[in-house]
T-cell receptor
Framework: QVQLQESGPRLVKPSETLSLTCTVS????????WSWLRQSAGKGLEYIGH???????NYSPSLKSRVTMSVDTSKNQFYLKLSSVTAADTAVYYC???????????WGQGTLITVSS | DIALTQSPGILSLSPGERATLSCRAS???????LAWYRQKPGQAPGLLIY???RRAAGIPDRFSGSGSGTDFTLTISRLEPEDFVVYYC?????FGQGTKVEIK
């Protein structure tokens, strides 16, 4: 049973970089896809990207220029960095996972990130 | 990119009734790579159906999915109180805008 928990600063200033960590328990990193998604009132549910079973990142085309994802298997964690944030990046951010790259069975509880000065 | 349109936006029904939710894709979805989620207030979405018609682990059999190509349906045979929440369809990196099932 995979369990996921997001952590990171809840308030980020405009133009700065949002950084989140997802801590994983119960899942082998080379057996799952590790994803980030977000949900805002204005844009609904939005896929940000994922790290595949080989550790390679794949990003949404709409966010690709600002997103970096990575994994540290020794810490059972994977990471999201989103640069040059604006108020439009205010959302609940989720980490999620599945053995398939096509959907997500396992989700973190989500963390509300607010972009504001 | 494929766009997903869910209808209706709001579905007003009573407990015990049957709910039929629609998800239409802007182009044909190959391999039936379509999923449905249920989102309760304050929680992350929960996977209900994957591959258009397969129930996820732990999902009761009152939930069923059907469809192919561009038209997909989520059916809840008998609504329970906890089913009056929001439902999303998803294909790849795209989600529908959601259908809210509310108590009539």
């Amino acid at each position: 049973q995979v369990q996921l928990q997001e952590s990171g600063p809840r308030l980020v200033k405009p133009s700065e970089t949002l950084s989140l960590t997802c801590t994983v328990s119960g899942g082998a990193f080379n057996s799952y896809y590790w994803s980030w998604l977000r949900q805002s009132a204005g844009k609904g549910l939005e896929y940000i990207g994922h790290i595949d079973k080989n550790g390679s990142p794949n990003y949404s085309p709409s966010l690709k220029s600002r997103v970096t994802m990575s994994v540290d298997t020794s810490k059972n964690q994977f990471y999201l960095k989103l640069s040059s944030v604006t108020a439009a990046d205010t959302a609940v951010y989720y980490c999620a996972s599945d053995i398939s790259s096509a959907w997500w069975f396992y989700w973190g509880q989500g963390t509300l990130i607010t972009v504001s000065s | 990119d494929i766009a997903l349109t869910q209808s209706p936006g709001i579905l007003s029904l009573s407990p015990g009734e049957r709910a039929t939710l629609s998800c239409r894709a802007s182009q044909s979805i190959t391999g039936n790579y379509l999923a449905w989620y249920r989102q309760k207030p304050g929680q992350a979405p929960g996977l209900l159906i994957y591959a258009a018609s397969r129930r996820a682990a732990g999902i009761p059999d009152r939930f069923s999915g059907s469809g192919s190509g561009t038209d997909f349906t989520l059916t809840i045979s008998r609504l329970e109180p906890e089913d009056f929440v929001v439902y999303y369809c998803q294909q790849g990196g795209t989600f529908g805008q959601g259908t809210k099932v509310e108590i009539k």
